[in-house]
């Protein structure tokens, strides 16, 4: 099962003091096979927090609170359209998230809404033998 830890002022990329508490990703009754935790949470703006989970082919959406001090609470999963998902990057406007998921060869494109952080599938796919990482330059 995978969590997310919640640290003092959400979840900084290097945490200091007391863990507060934790959220499983994707929460158990999704069921489903064996889950990996596929890239370490990123959080966008302290505004939104994004997961992705192997196995269950997901990217887990969590609010963060403007401030970065609210408390984690899952809000949206949503399927990554393909098989195990690497990777996920988004673009310099945080506009788009893109996903690479590995065994299915290919990266999917999500619009993020900039008001909430919410992801829309675009139905858009690129194939990509393997994809691992992704970055914008």
């Known amino acids: 099962m995978n969590s ?3 640290w003092p002022r959400c979840a900084s990329t290097r945490p200091a003091g007391r863990l507060l ?3 499983h990703v994707p929460p158990s009754q999704l069921g489903g096979p064996a889950r990996i935790t596929g890239r370490h949470p990123r959080r966008i703006n302290r ?3 994004y997961v992705s989970n192997r196995g269950h082919n997901s990217i887990a959406c969590s609010p963060c609170g403007i401030d970065g001090g609210g408390a984690l609470a899952l809000e949206q999963v ?3 359209e393909g098989d195990w998902p690497r990777n996920f990057s988004l673009d310099r406007a945080e506009r788009w998230l893109l996903v690479a998921n590995q ?3 290919s990266v999917v494109v999500f619009g993020r809404d900039p008001e909430n952080g919410r992801l829309t599938p675009t139905r858009q796919r690129i194939a ?3 994809p691992v ?3 914008f330059a």
């Open 4 to 6: 997310i830890p919640q």
């Open 21 to 23: 508490r934790s959220m």
């Open 47 to 49: 505004q939104t927090l």
């Open 78 to 80: 949503v399927s990554t």
């Open 103 to 105: 065994r299915s060869d």
């Open 128 to 130: 990509l033998p393997s």
């Open 133 to 135: 990482c992704l970055g």
